[in-house]
């Protein structure tokens, strides 16, 4: 009888022993990932606002004007400078007249 009671302690501490280990392990690599994500989420956060810099401190708003300074931004073959709005990584400028009207977040 007492053999059979510590067998069962051992099997029900084994078994809650394995679930918490699992969920610890689970937790840590979710927190892994999502780090992860809000890193680059702040990486495309920061390019941006240093595009929008060099936008800004020319003071020429002109759609020939932003399209030269955005020549070495990483997504500048996917922009398309014949529409109205160009987007960047979070940021959409939006033209009126081939001249920087807004900017507004895309998401």
Do not use: P
């Not at 606002?49 to 401190?57: A, E, G, Q, W």
């Not at 709005?85 to 009207?101: H, M, Q």
């Amino acid at each position: 009888m007492i053999k059979s009671k510590w067998r069962l302690a051992f099997w029900i501490c084994l078994i809650l022993l394995l679930v918490v280990s699992g969920f610890a392990f689970y937790s840590i690599i979710d927190q892994g990932v999502t780090v992860t994500y809000m890193r680059d989420g702040y990486e495309n956060t920061e390019n941006d606002l240093n595009s929008l810099i060099d936008i800004i401190n020319t003071k020429d708003y002109s759609k020939k004007s932003i399209s030269k300074k955005l020549k070495s931004h990483r997504y500048y073959d996917t922009m398309d400078f014949n529409s109205d709005s160009v987007g960047l990584e979070r940021v959409l400028l939006i033209f009126e007249n081939d001249t920087l009207k807004r900017i507004e977040k895309q998401w």
